[in-house]
Nanobody
Framework: QVQLVESGGGTVQAGGSLRLSCVAS????????MAWYRQAPGKQRELVSS???????NYADSVKGRFTVSRDNARNTMYLQMNTLEPEDTGMYFC??????????WGQGTQVTVSS
């Protein structure tokens, strides 16, 4: 059963923008804080941003001021607006519950490639 589907990635030049979407199936989405993670080649998966049920947000220092996370609980969807992209933002982006003890099976992710 597919539970998390990410989309919206692509290849952009440095300084460009992308908007990622994460659609969750099942009834867990509205219960938990959700998060975006990314994994660059040869590196561990890292948390990029999270949004609580009520909308409170957190960001990794590397993306503060450039990325904006949001969620639509009625649509079981989370978004990540990424502006002023940098080559260091390149990686596969995934969504999941923020609390790793509650992680659902990972989706396919969506690839973001930023060229310099």
């Amino acid at each position: 059963q597919v539970q998390l589907v990410e989309s919206g990635g692509g290849t952009v030049q440095a300084g460009g923008s992308l908007r990622l979407s994460c659609v969750a199936s099942g009834n867990f989405f509205t219960m938990y804080s959700m998060a975006w993670y990314r994994q660059a080649p040869g590196k561990q998966r890292e948390l990029v941003s999270s949004v609580a049920r009520g909308g409170h947000t957190n960001y990794a220092d590397s993306v503060k001021g450039r990325f904006t996370v949001s969620r639509d609980n009625a649509r079981n969807t989370m978004y990540l607006q990424m502006n002023t992209l940098e080559p260091e933002d390149t990686g596969m982006y995934f969504c999941n519950i923020e609390n790793q003890r509650l992680w659902r099976p990972w989706g396919q992710g969506t690839q973001v490639t930023v060229s310099s």
